[in-house]
Each structure stands twice: as C-alpha cells, then as structure tokens.
C-alpha cells in the first residue's frame, strides 16, 4: 500500500510565485525519489531528440502542473500520486484535483482489461473467389506471420490474424502485443512484412500496409475491439462524501449523465466521456506521449448509477488508450521526470500507467459534470482561467 501524499501546497498570497513553485517541487521530488532538474527548467540536451524530430530549433514550453492527490486500486496494488499535466487551460488541473479528491475515499479501481496493437494492411485480388481464397491461405500462414515478426522485435509478437474479405478487397486483422511501448513502429513495420508475404502467397494485384487505417482516428473497430490498452476505472462514492466535495447528489449526476447520453446519441459520436480529451492531452504532453493518439484514447464511456445505499457507482471505459513507458519521447527530460513522479517509468510501467489515465479521466468528467450541475462552471473558469491580455498589451484601456 502506498504511504498517503500531503495535499499539494499552495499560497493564497501568490501560488505562482518563486517560493510556491519551489515547494511544490521538492514534494515532487521527494514522492519521486530523485531530483527533477528539467521540471526545475534546466536545458534539455539537444542529442537526446535524436529519432523523434527533424529540424530541431528546440523545446516548447507549456506549463506543467500537478492534480491530486490520485488514490487508487491498480494492477500493481493502491497507488497514490500527483498526476503531472501539461496545459494552458486555466481551471483544469483544478477541476481534476477535485474530481480526485471524491475519489479518495471511494474505493476507486482501474485495471486493463486487454492489450494488443491492431494493424490492417489491405491485399486486392482480381475479385471476390480469388480473395475468399487468399483469406484461406492467411490462416495456414499465420506461423509464418509470426516467424516474420520475431524476426524484427525481442519484445513484441503477433498475436491475432484475422481476414476480412470484402469483394475483392482483403482486410488483413493483425494483433501485436507491444510491451511497455506503443510499438506503432514494430507493428508497423511487422505488418509490412506479413502483408508482401502473403501477397506473394496469393498472387495479390495490389497491397497497402495501412488500407484501413484506423491510426490517430476515433473509429468504431477500435471502440468496439479495443487497440492499445483496453481500460476501465469505477468507484463506488459515498452520498455525503459527493455532497461534500462536488455539492451535487447522485442523482443530479444520473440525470444530467441521461441528458448528455442523449445529446451523444444524437451526435453520433464515438466519444461518451464528457472532457477524456482534456486529460489525456495534458498527461500525454506532460509524459511525453504521441499526443496525436489522442484522437483514438479518448474515445469512451461514462456511467452514472444510484446504488441501493443511496450511493453513486461511477465508471469510466477507455476501450483504445494507446501509451507507453519506454520508447518514443518517454525518457527524455521532463516525460522521464514526470513518469517518475508517477512511479511508472520504464519496463513494467505501462499497465499501471494506463490505469493512473484511467483513473484521471473519471475523475475529470466527476467534476466537470458537477459544475455544470451546480452552475460553477463558467464562474471557476473566470476566477482561474483569466490569462488575458492586459492593458498595456492592447495599448488601450480595458473595456
């Protein structure tokens, strides 16, 4: 069990000031057990953006700040932590903490439910038998398939082969297991090699490694299959424990969350969790995260119940969260720092990370809908949101 964090401090005089600011990050250090130079604003070496950018002129700078504490039942036990979050929201990373802070006391458990990266190389054939034919084939190949892909990775392997004729058209379903990284390039890369490999097999007229592209796009296939990391967080919140910190009772959650249900419905979207975006966007900049897999992760469901009790059972389902804790930007300058803040970093870090996302988004969409209940939210972003241009800036007076 983890040992239980402060509240995070905060000055009411000037919580943006030097001395704010420096003991918020000596507890982050301290909960890291090491120090955090680049989150101090020490220069990140150019070398070490080697493989991930091209042209370097250097680093953006967006302000990364600390929700929580996050208490939660994960895969590796309760964990408690301050979750790192990169954003020019003003009011966010509040709304965040107080959604965490219902949390606390209500059991709150995140597991990942599945794992595996989906590619879907497309294979054409003169028509509909000769593609009926070729989906025959990739069955018994599947060996072959997955010779190919050990060929290329020590830590990743194909796990699932699935042919979908379509006419003459065949949608080749590949499943990779990737470890603790999004391993889009190994897949990639692995799904290359099985497509030309059948294509020789089957005497296919044309192939394209991503013919049916589901990648950095909402999509009902990866809603419904899951891509990535397959996540679900739920708590059970005490009544009085709502009333407390949100000042809404569970059954203002449950209408509202009908309401929205039908605007969704409407909408037609893949998305039914209220501000996931948000969230991730601001973990991902923070961990150092292809924020394009955005667009997939935050696709999703909330669910809103009155328990028997009285109770509110909230729940949050991310069916495609695609992130990782080695490779691509995770271990460089404030991501590495900020995934060790999380305790998730490097090999073995990734299951928990996503259950941490997991947790974070239903904590997020707990007090955004909240506010909107209560009719706080437009006054909570004019008290914290007002980064605006002063008046020496428009050279004019305000009006």
Do not use: W
Not at 59 to 80: C, F, H, K, M, N
Not at 294 to 310: I, K, M, Q, R
Not at 339 to 355: I, R
């Amino acid at each position: 069990m983890s040992v239980p964090l402060p509240p995070i401090p905060r000055r009411r005089d000037d919580d943006h000031g030097p001395d704010a600011v420096r003991e918020r990050i000596e507890l982050c250090e301290e909960v890291a057990g090491r120090p955090l130079p680049f989150l101090r604003g020490a220069t990140v070496p150019s070398a070490e953006a080697r493989g991930n950018v091209e042209n370097l002129i250097g680093y953006a700078q967006v302000p990364i700040g600390i929700a929580g504490p996050l208490r939660v039942d994960t895969s590796a036990g309760i964990r408690e932590v301050f979750v790192p979050m990169a954003t020019t929201e003003g009011a966010m990373i509040a709304s965040y903490s107080r959604g965490m802070k219902a949390l606390r006391g209500a059991s709150a458990r995140a597991r990942v439910l599945s794992e595996s990266l989906s590619q879907h190389p497309v294979l054409l054939y003169a028509n509909a038998e000769t593609c009926a034919r070729a989906a025959e084939i990739a069955r018994e190949q599947v060996p072959r398939m997955e010779e190919l892909t050990r060929s290329i990775t020590t830590h990743g392997r194909l796990v699932g082969v699935k042919p979908e004729p379509i006419g003459r058209r065949l949608v080749l379903c590949l499943s990779f297991s990737t470890g603790d990284a999004i391993g889009i390039n190994m897949a990639a890369h692995a799904a290359e090699l099985c497509s030309a490999h059948l294509a020789e097999c089957t005497g296919a007229t044309d192939r394209y490694v991503h013919g049916e592209d589901v990648e950095k796009r909402a999509n009902t296939r990866a809603s419904i299959e899951g891509r990535g990391r397959t996540v679900v967080c739920d708590a059970t919140i005490p009544r009085d424990e709502l009333e407390r910190v949100l000042r809404v009772t569970p059954e203002q959650l449950v209408a509202i969350h009908r309401t929205y249900s039908f605007g969704f419905a409407r909408l037609g979207t893949e998305n039914q969790l209220v501000q996931s975006a948000n969230g991730l966007a601001g973990v991902f900049v923070a961990c150092g995260q292809d924020v394009a897999y955005v667009t997939e992760s935050a696709t999703g469901a909330l669910d809103f119940e009155v328990t028997p009790n009285g109770d509110c059972y909230a729940s949050a389902y991310l069916p495609s969260l695609l992130v990782g804790t080695v490779g691509g930007g995770s271990a460089q300058g404030t991501a590495a720092e900020c995934l060790a803040l999380l305790g998730v970093a490097g090999t073995g870090g990734a299951n928990v990370f996503a259950e941490l996302i997991g947790a974070t988004v239903l904590a997020g969409d707990l007090s955004l809908l909240a506010s909107f209940c209560t009719h706080e939210f437009i006054a909570a972003h004019e008290r914290l949101g007002r980064n605006r241009p002063s008046t020496a800036a428009r050279g004019g007076d305000a009006t």
